[in-house]
Every structure is written in C-alpha cells, then in structure tokens.
T-cell receptor, first 114, second 108 residues
Framework: DTEVTQTPKHLVMGMTNKKSLKCEQH?????MYWYKQKAKKPPELMFV???????INESVPSRFSPECPNSSLLNLHLHALQPEDSALYLC?????????????FGPGTRLTVL | DAKTTQPPSMDCAEGRAANLPCNHS???????VYWYRQIHSQGPQYIIH???NNETNEMASLIITEDRKSSTLILPHATLRDTAVYYC?????????FGQGTELSVKP
C-alpha cells in the first residue's frame, strides 16, 4: 500500500470555526509532513513529524496546530483562520531512513476560509 | 530558498520526447536531485531521483552532468496526460524545498 489519504477533500470554514484536517498512511513511514500550497505557487513546508514527535515548525502561526496521535495518523487543527489561509493543504510521508528516501504525497485538502 | 532554477514553461508535441532542464550549480556533494510533477490540483507525484549517475525508471530518465551542476529529466514519449508542473528539487537537510517548476504543456 503506497497510498496517503487525506480527508476531507474540500473544506469551507468561517473565521471563527474550529476544524481539523486528517492524513493517514499505512506504509509504516515514520516521517510525516504538512505543506501549504497557494494557487499558482509551489508547496511550502509547514511542519515535520519524525517518529511521532514534532521536529520542524517552519514558523507557522499558532492558529495551525499539528498533532500526530500515532504512526499512521497526522492531523492539522485549524482555529481562527484568516481568508488568506485559503489554500491546498498537502500531507506527505517518508520512510524516515536515509536522507534520500522519497516523500509520498496525498491528494490534498482544498480549504476555503470565508 | 530553493537551490534549483528551471524554465517557467515548455511545450512538447505528443509522442515526442520532453527534455526538461534544471540548474543546481550550488549543489553539495551528498545532496540528491529529485523530480516531482503536479497535475492540476492534485498532490505532487514522485518521478525519479539521482545523486551522480544517470537513472531510468518506468516513468522517465534522469541525466546528471558530470559536475552535477545541472540535470535533465527526459519523458521519452510524452502524452497529453504528462501535462503538469515539473519540479526539480535538491533535498536540503531532509526537506524538499520546491522552486517554481516548469509548466509542461503536451500538445496534440
């Protein structure tokens, strides 16, 4: 199984809402990533989890809160977002071994903040 | 910052080879070159990677110059479904730092 799944596919939320994005993998990979991609721009790294511990936070605002409850799941909790946070949110996984190991991406969640 | 530069766009005729160049003149000796592509509104898809030697798989070939300062991704027989943004990436500290990529349009 080489699939990374993300739910929901689309999400519309107001600025006062609390919502969560979910990412799941069953490849036994121990590194998981969140990326943000604005329209017509390349993906930008947000967070990296390694062996279920947060290892990199790319200075992301606290209204984005990641969580890795187990080795197969990665969540991104959203609270008090702004319209400029509307983007495609991508999850990726990597086996966590050598630096050259490949990252596998999910299909993304398209988020719209009203 | 991304360590790669690519042309912003390229066209290719269906059935012909697509050759996508990438410059990475500041690459370090142990840094790998990765290629991903992203079809509109989908997640990036891994294509191929290499360190020094040329590589080939079922999707593409990767040609890396001897000085490792540039590389070329070759899609041997492009189809309409190969229309996508192609990213050449030098992995930095285990992180993929995406540049702007090349938007490849395969035309009938």
């Amino acid at each position: 199984d080489t699939e990374v799944t993300q739910t929901p596919k689309h999400l519309v939320m107001g600025m006062t809402n609390k919502k969560s994005l979910k990412c799941e993998q069953h490849m036994g990979h121990r590194a998981m990533y969140w990326y943000k991609q604005k329209a017509k721009k390349p993906p930008e790294l947000m967070f990296v989890y390694s062996y279920e511990k947060l290892s990199i936070n790319e200075s992301v605002p606290s209204r984005f809160s990641p969580e890795c409850p187990n080795s197969s799941l990665l969540n991104l909790h959203l609270h008090a977002l702004q319209p400029e946070d509307s983007a495609l949110y991508l999850c990726a996984t990597r086996s966590g071994g050598a630096v050259a190991d490949t990252q596998y991406f999910g299909p993304g969640t398209r988020l719209t903040v009203l | 910052d991304a360590k790669t530069t690519q042309p912003p766009s390229m066209d290719c005729a269906e059935g012909r080879a697509a050759n996508l160049p990438c410059n990475h003149s500041t690459i370090s000796g142990n840094e790998y070159v990765y290629w991903y592509r992203q079809i509109h509104s989908q997640g990036p898809q891994y294509i191929i990677h290499g360190l020094k030697n040329n590589e080939t798989n079922e999707m593409a070939s990767l040609i890396i110059t001897e000085d490792r300062k540039s590389s070329t991704l070759i899609l041997p027989h492009a189809t309409l479904r190969d229309t996508a943004v192609y990213y050449c990436i030098v992995v930095q500290g285990g992180k993929l730092i995406f540049g702007q990529g090349t938007e490849l349009s395969v035309k009938p």
